[in-house]
């Protein structure tokens, strides 16, 4: 099989799996027209719901870049027992589904919880829940290159009085950085999209912690195919143009 | 290294070994179905009268018309399960939570538009809006006024996802402007009922899966789901309000089922008296009027129906558009007002 | 812990114990708020009244049903997701071509969609009034199979392409020169190179595959005992009220989840990865 052979395979798969339905949505989404299709996005409900998913996951994927630099430092630099089962535990939010994380973070969290911490139907438990979703992206993506780090411009930079903070900043985060992005972006992807896990823990008040995706499927239960249509590109549009984004910053640090 | 490839490639196999057993598993659950002498009906229904149609169907196995008659059933959201029929759900029956749901489905050509031209308006069972409290009603919640004092919490499903929480809201707007007062009044009264809600799920059931973990005062509610909560051992007690909505659900055979005969044999067997018991003990008000036993079922004060507010689709524009709609206006007030 | 060891691998440790056990502390106090409470509890929900129960609940037939289906379906959409994600890896790798860049951005779009989307876009394209209408996709088998292939889609590229890229095409090359066949560099070479990628290309896409919940829900049409997945069927015990058997079908789906996260920690053991 030559290069053109595969490259067509994969990219006929890729088509025929993922670009030909997300079409069938953007064409569906223009149906009534362009005017139509702002008019969905822009509706308050929408804009509200858009604006609260976009503003959550970036913070999640802030809070993602810092803990999971820092988890993945601990499993790479540290050693402690038991440390095998907690690399393995990172995966658990990909192999738990969602709607079971869901129904746990809001046993955990909610009312009646055993922590005695209440945060159901607040903002914070959407962050909570995209926290869990999008944990391992960060811890992964940073894991590997920070194994194949290099140490001795680590030592070097001590031996020449750098202290471990600023020794962090000049060496260890620039070598990281395009990792870090790229488990960024998944995670903001992830969190952009997601639906299954805050359903029911985000209580789905219009306007306060309504999100996108829950905000889709009730347009599509109420036969709103065509906003609901409209809202997913625009969110679609949102979710490329910051992968791109990412792909990009992380083409350039890798090319220094 | 060798090895670990034959256990690549090994692995590789297992796919097509289980797609061997899988097919026969699947052949045999083929062959169990077509045993019967009769037909395969599917039923696509919305979720609540589940724990009904588990009793309802082997009943109606029993009865002559229904000998040799398979099911398949599917429960889900009933604005959810109607656009799955739209879009190719098989159906051959389909029982709905309001009548706009299955109305979606003449304009596709899968149910007669004279759907609802029989001795029942289409409907299979009735229902009443009640308030479903805390074990002892520790809060005396008894009048749509107690549910907007300021300490109570009110839970009700989001109105744009489930056709429970319009029932629970048009009762709500009907209950003040039954007793006389203005449109703008019942407006207002609907904005402070939203304001003491903190929770607006996804569906009815999930509504009553977060009373029953804790959330809340009060969970406005159908009959039926109260009464099936209570059986299911979960602790509440419930009021029914001097002033409530008829709840009317309906229950249509499709025009593209194959086995029209036993379908309608079917539908025509729940409004039998034998079948509307079962739908009866299961907490539902029963379209035969003989048959509503007023102990279980008390007849509220003032019983309105959606008509009273021009029916379903003028109710669906005027309140629940999410642009225009008054609720949808109330919403943004509200999530306005608390981000702010 | 003050031991200096002489190998350059030694953590930090021996330099400043407070700060390291600060960040150990840390990490592993937020991994276990996240992640390890929630799932004990699942645990302890399934189990709370007793084994007999859990076990009753997960062993109906229509669960059994949908657990045999869940493997079935992922039995055919990792495979299916493994062959072409090694291809795909394989081009990007080692050829530049216009539009390389979109290809591998358009790869990670099914981490960004919303679930509910790829129902309804499945719907919009093979649905009653679809582009390709047809009675044997949704709400059936096939359906389900095509959106679980879509949210699993990305893993194995993800997983296999960063090898490629590091190992570079030297190897492929000295081979090729040496007269063999592509096929057989893929097969001698390529595919050595990569099997650990692969493998937990592999095992994340299984997870995902069992676990997902939103798509497959918009195009299953939930027929119990037909299209009803493990997933959906966690759904539907938690709307009849029998949180214990949504419980015990979640611990069952966990379970195969953790099952799956053990294989990988062994394989990471012995591939040295930690």
Redesign the interface.
Known sequence: MGPLTVGGLSVAWLTLIVLIPLAAVVVRSFDDGAGAFWDAVTAPQAVAAIRLTVIVSLIVAAIDAVMGTLIAGVLVRDEFPGKRIVNGLIDLPFALPTIVAGLVLLALYGPNGPVGVNVAYTRVAVLLALLFVTLPFVVRAVQPVLMGLEREAEEAAESLGAGPFTTFRRIILPALRPAMLAGVGLAFGRAVGEFGSIILISGNLPYKTEVASVLVYGQIESGNTTGAAAVSVFLLLVAFVVLLGISFVARRGEGR | MTRRLTALALLALVPLVAAGCGGPAEDGSAANASEGVGAQLSLVAYSTPKEAYEELIPAFQKTPAGKGVSFDQSYGASGDQSRAVASGLPADIVALSLAPDVDKLVEPGLVDANWAKDDYDGFVTNSVVVFAVRKGNPKNIKTWDDIVKDDVEVITPNPFTSGGAKWNLMAAYGSQTEQGKSEQEGLEFLHNVLANTPVQDKSAREALQTFAGGKGDVLLAYENEAITAQKAGIELDYVVPDQTILIENPVAVTTESENQEQAEAFVDWLRTPDAQKIYAEKGYRSVLPDLVDAKTYPKPKTLFEIDAFGGWSEVNDKFFDPENGAVAKIERDLGVSTAG | MKLVSPA??D???S??PS??LL??S???G??AA??????G??FY?AFEKGFGTAWDAVTTPPAQ?AF?LT??VA??A??AN?I?GV??A??LA??D?RGK?L????????????????G??????W?????F?S?DV??STPGIV?AT??VS?PFVVREVL?VLEEEGTDQEQAAATLGAR??QVF?RIT??TI?WG??YG?I?ST??A?????AVA?VS??????TET??LY???R?????LTG??AA?VV??L???T???I??LL??RHG??
């Open positions: 350059r691998r953590a930090p440790s330099r400043s700060a390291t960040l150990r840390v990490a592993l937020y991994l996240l992640l390890v409470v929630p799932v509890m699942v929900r049903h045999f493997i079935t039995l055919i990792v495979p493994a072409f291809l795909t394989w081009v080692h050829y071509f860049r290809l591998d951005v358009l790869i990670d779009l099914p981490f960004a969609v919303s679930p509910v989307v790829v309804l876009a499945l719907i919009l394209v649905g009653r009034d679809g582009w209408p009675t949704i709400f095509l292939i879509f889609l960063p592509g096929w097969w595919l050595p099997r692969l493998t592999v994340l997870a995902r069992i676990g997902e919940f939103g918009v049409g939930k027929i119990q005992g037909r493990l997933t966690v759904e539907d938690f709307q009849s009220l029998d949504a419980y979640g789906l966990a195969l989840g953790v799956v996260l053990a990988m920690t990471q053991r990865r930690i």
